[in-house]
C-alpha cells in the first residue's frame, strides 16, 4: 500500500533522477511561483490530493493526484507550441514511470487512468505545459503498532 508520504517521495525522486525537470514544488504553480524563484522546466504536485477512504464497499482508499509539468514561455509566445510539445513528453515519460511504481504494489486494484489538459498561465512567470490527472485505488490496511490498541490480529 502506497503512503501519502511515498507518493510525494517519488514525486521528488522524479525530479532527481531527471534529465530535463530542474526543481520540484509540493503545491499550487501559481503559489509556489509567489512564494519563491522557481526553476523550470519544474515538477509540481497540487498539495489538494484527495484521500478518500471507504468502508462501505470494501476497505479501500482511494487518491486522486494531479500534477504539472511547466516550462516558462517567451513574451510574444513564439515558443508555445515547442514547450508544449517537449512537456508532454516529459509528462508521458512520468506518467509511465508512476505506472510502474504503483503497479510494483500488490494492494493496487486497477491501474490508473491518467488524462493530459494543456495548460498556460502567467504567475508572474508565463508558462506553458501538461496538467496530468489521475486516480487510483488500493486495498486499505492498517499497520498495526499496537497490538492491543488496534485489535490486530
Excluded: H
Aim: net charge negative; glycine share 2%; aromatic share 18%.
Amino acid at each position: 500500500m502506497k503512503t501519502f508520504k511515498q507518493i510525494i517521495e517519488y514525486f521528488e525522486s522524479e525530479v532527481s533522477n531527471s534529465l530535463f525537470l530542474k526543481s520540484f514544488y509540493w503545491g499550487l504553480p501559481w503559489e509556489a511561483a509567489k512564494d519563491k524563484d522557481v526553476y523550470y522546466p519544474s515538477l509540481f504536485v497540487e498539495d489538494t490530493m484527495s484521500n478518500n477512504v471507504s468502508f462501505a464497499a470494501g476497505l479501500y482508499e482511494e487518491y486522486t493526484v494531479s500534477f504539472y509539468v511547466l516550462d516558462r514561455g517567451f513574451e510574444d509566445k513564439s515558443n508555445r507550441l515547442q514547450i508544449l510539445n517537449e512537456t508532454n513528453k516529459i509528462s508521458k515519460l512520468i506518467i509511465n514511470n508512476v505506472t510502474a511504481f504503483l503497479n510494483d504494489d500488490d494492494d493496487l486494484e486497477q491501474t490508473p487512468e491518467f488524462s493530459l489538459l494543456p495548460f498556460e498561465d502567467s504567475f508572474p512567470d508565463l508558462v506553458y505545459g501538461w496538467r496530468v490527472t489521475f486516480t487510483f485505488k488500493q486495498v486499505f490496511t492498517v499497520d498495526c503498532i499496537d497490538y492491543d490498541e488496534y485489535n490486530c490480529a
